[in-house]
């Protein structure tokens, strides 16, 4: 159990070690308002903090760091603090406040701005549209060989992707095969179009349908897949090379290929119940070992889900990360 000043003391080495990257002395403290107190005096309570596993000690100067457990700390704080104070951004209000702004052009907006606000990067990862079922499959062509396939749900969204029909076969055929897929699909899960397929081998005729426009119905699987991934939105990924935990070659390698392999949605999937802040060694991703992942869930009206993150170095700067998330997700309930 922290005292009041050992507290102050903490909240003090984080937020000055988040300011200048530097590690923090206690002179540096004794000249924040609230830490009015000897500089020994501060000494022994930094003392105390490091032997509690808050802060952690430098090779290179006398001036202690935070440790994954006092951003923890400091985190919490953080939290309790958000709930007890009403806090607004007008620039956020002024994206949503537009009239004819989309709720996907509202979140990618304003996860654009949080990047340039935050010096982090942003990123949204919409609602997969795996649990929705297929009311409706049409079929649009185009010229030379394109054509575009459109998906309605039952949630009243329309998917759209567009194709190259394989050589040999006609439009004519195409239709047919839509046709026959639009019945035998409807109201299936979008997870289990295979499955659904599949039991098509009680229906000897649909079954040799099937087999023989197998080539065409791959296409289609291939397209309704690539509807309904994960939708992925990504702001400020160099903000992060610009941080002075990132100027190394290998590392800087390393934090690329997290974006480049999608290995940060490991990451971003979070807890639909509240916010979740990952940090350090608590990311499943071995490069991220340096980096916060602060997750927020949002909804709006109409059911749409997703989250929406800000990836950081651990010397992040909570108090302002924080609060943002969590206002655009309570914008985001009142879009219609």
Not at 63 to 72: K, L
Not at 157 to 180: A, C, F, N, Q, W
Request: aromatic share 6%.
């Amino acid at each position: 159990m922290l005292s009041e000043r050992q507290k102050l003391v903490l909240i003090g080495i984080v937020e000055e070690y988040v300011k200048t990257s530097e590690p923090v002395g206690s002179r540096t403290l004794s000249k924040r308002p609230e830490l009015a107190f000897s500089p020994a005096t501060i000494r022994n309570d930094m003392a105390d903090l490091e032997e509690m596993g808050y802060i952690l000690k430098t090779h290179t100067s006398s001036g202690r760091i935070p440790s994954e457990e006092g951003y923890r700390y400091y985190v919490q704080e953080i939290m309790n603090r958000t709930k007890e104070i009403e806090v607004t951004f007008p620039m956020i209000d002024e994206i949503f406040e537009r009239e004819s702004i989309t709720k996907e052009e509202a979140i990618k907006e304003s996860m654009a701005l949080v990047a340039d606000l935050t010096n982090y990067a942003s990123v949204v990862l919409g609602q997969s549209a795996q649990n929705s079922r297929i009311r409706k499959l049409q079929f649009v062509s185009l010229q030379d060989r394109y054509a575009i396939i459109l998906m309605v749900t039952d949630l009243g969204h329309v998917e759209s992707k567009k194709i190259i029909i394989p050589e040999g076969i006609s439009i004519h055929e195409v239709e047919k095969v839509v046709k026959v897929l639009d019945e035998v699909l409807y109201d299936c899960l979008i997870s289990e179009i295979d499955k659904r397929l599949e039991q098509c081998g009680d229906n000897e005729g649909l079954q040799e349908f099937i087999i023989y426009n197998e080539q065409l119905i791959k296409v289609f699987l291939n397209a309704f897949a690539s509807m309904v991934s994960d939708k992925v939105f990504v702001a400020g990924q160099s903000n992060i090379l610009m941080q002075p935990e990132f100027q190394n070659v290998d590392k800087i390698r390393e934090i690329l290929d997290v974006f480049e392999n999608k290995e940060l949605l490991r990451v971003i999937r979070a807890d639909s119940n509240g916010i979740t802040v990952k940090i350090g060694q608590e990311n499943e991703v071995k490069a991220m070992k340096d980096c916060t992942v602060v997750t927020v869930p949002y909804s709006s009206k109409d059911g749409l889900k997703g989250v929406i993150s800000i990836l950081g170095p651990t010397r992040m700067e909570y108090d302002k990360v924080i609060p943002l998330l969590e206002y655009i997700a309570e914008n985001l309930k009142k879009i219609v």
